[in-house]
């Protein structure tokens, strides 16, 4: 566990996953699952979100110091999306959105960490 809470990088988890794979055989679905945590743990880092809490039918991100790189971007990407996302008194920006089970909600994270990439 700690050496997996030391990967910094996409490439050095999908490594990590390729090393229990060739030790170990097929990796299980909860290795798997803990790995995409991870890996948005890591993409969460590098978009400077300090907080992500997921609930069953939102998902709040706080910025670190209330700072994101590009805001007048996100702010237009909030607008675009009326009753999607809404940013809070507190900076924090909530994503109303429910998922069937715990592997659509990580895919939807996924996808929302994508497109605030792309901002």
């Given amino acids: 566990y700690r050496r997996l809470a030391n990967l910094a990088s996409l490439p050095e988890v ?9 030790r170990f055989g097929p990796v299980p679905a909860e290795v798997t699952a803990l790995l995409a945590v991870v890996k948005l743990k890591n993409r ?3 978009l400077n979100i300090a907080k992500l809490d997921v609930g069953e039918r939102a998902v709040r991100r706080s910025f670190h110091h209330n700072r994101f790189a590009k805001p007048e971007r996100l702010l237009h990407y909030i607008l675009e ?39």
């Fill in 44 to 46: 969460c880092r590098a």
């Fill in 14 to 22: 999908d490594e990590f996953k390729d090393e229990l794979l060739g």
């Fill in 81 to 119: 999306r009326p009753g999607i996302l809404t940013l809070q008194k507190d900076q924090s920006l909530l994503l109303m959105r429910k998922w069937a089970d715990a592997t659509s909600r990580l895919a939807g994270l996924g996808q929302f960490l994508t497109e605030l990439e792309a901002l």
